[in-house]
């Protein structure tokens, strides 16, 4: 399943798509209006290719310019080391989720 996690960040990024995206090397920023926690996140699916306390101060800056507060969506074994530099700077955890995921269907959906 870990192979499998940046493919489906992305395919999930493409199902709800962000009004503003940016990114830092293999990091994607998004934002929109709204409450989402989601899709007004940082997602460090690869190396920002900087230090990574830089491309923090780069993320929030970002997110400061459009009046959100800076957020992280951690995957379970992406960004190593990242979720302790955030703990340093004073992020906490929020709710945890899941990402289900099957076979896709053997007959075309009907509307």
């Known amino acids: 399943m870990t192979a499998l996690w940046p493919a489906l960040e992305l395919v999930a990024a493409r199902g709800w798509p962000a009004a503003?995206?940016?990114r830092i090397g293999g990091w994607r920023l998004y934002?929109?209006?709204g409450y989402s926690g989601r899709i007004n996140a940082c997602w460090p699916l690869g190396r920002p290719?900087?230090?990574a306390i830089e491309?923090?101060?780069r993320v929030e800056a970002w997110y400061a310019?459009?009046?959100l507060?800076?957020?992280f969506k951690i995957v379970e074994g992406a960004a190593p080391g990242?979720?302790?530099r955030l703990v340093e700077r004073g992020y906490q955890s929020g709710p945890a989720t899941q990402t289900m995921v099957g076979p896709p269907p053997t007959s075309?959906?009907?509307t």
Do not use: D, F, N, Q
């Open 49 to 51: 290719r900087l230090p």
């Open 108 to 110: 075309p959906i009907r």
């Open 31 to 33: 934002a929109s209006s």
């Open 20 to 22: 503003e995206a940016a």
């Open 65 to 67: 310019a459009r009046r």
């Open 55 to 57: 491309a923090v101060g």
């Open 69 to 71: 507060p800076p957020r």
């Open 82 to 84: 990242l979720v302790r």
